[in-house]
Nanobody, 120 residues
Framework: QVQLVESGGGLVRPGGSLRLSCAAS????????MGWYRQAPGKQRELVAS???????TYANSVKGRFTISRDNDKNTVYLQMNNLSPEDTAVYYC??????????????WGQGTQVTVSS
């Protein structure tokens, strides 16, 4: 029932830009904090950026100033604008939704991931 569907990944040259989108269904979107994670080969999954329902935002130091996360609650969609991309940004990018804590637990959902490859 709950689905997070990413789109916008692909191949881009160093210095280029991509905009990722994640469309959510099956949840009350405005009640969830949204985030983007990425996982490169041989590395652990890491948080790239997050945005609360407020909305307040956080960014990994490695992407600060280059990436921008935003959300459109009317469209149930979260975006990640990625500028000045470098090969180190190559990874599978995953959309994440986290609900409110209830009895010290919260619902967490993940998208299927979209590949971003930065190469000359």
């Amino acid at each position: 029932q709950v689905q997070l569907v990413e789109s916008g990944g692909g191949l881009v040259r160093p210095g280029g830009s991509l905009r990722l989108s994640c469309a959510a269904s099956g949840i009350i979107f405005s009640n969830y904090a949204m985030g983007w994670y990425r996982q490169a080969p041989g590395k652990q999954r890491e948080l790239v950026a997050s945005i609360s329902s407020g909305p307040t935002t956080t960014y990994a130091n490695s992407v600060k100033g280059r990436f921008t996360i935003s959300r459109d609650n009317d469209k149930n969609t979260v975006y990640l604008q990625m500028n000045n991309l470098s090969p180190e940004d190559t990874a599978v990018y995953y959309c994440n939704a986290e609900g409110r804590y209830v009895w010290n637990r919260r619902n967490t959902y993940w998208g299927q991931g979209t590949q971003v490859t930065v190469s000359s």
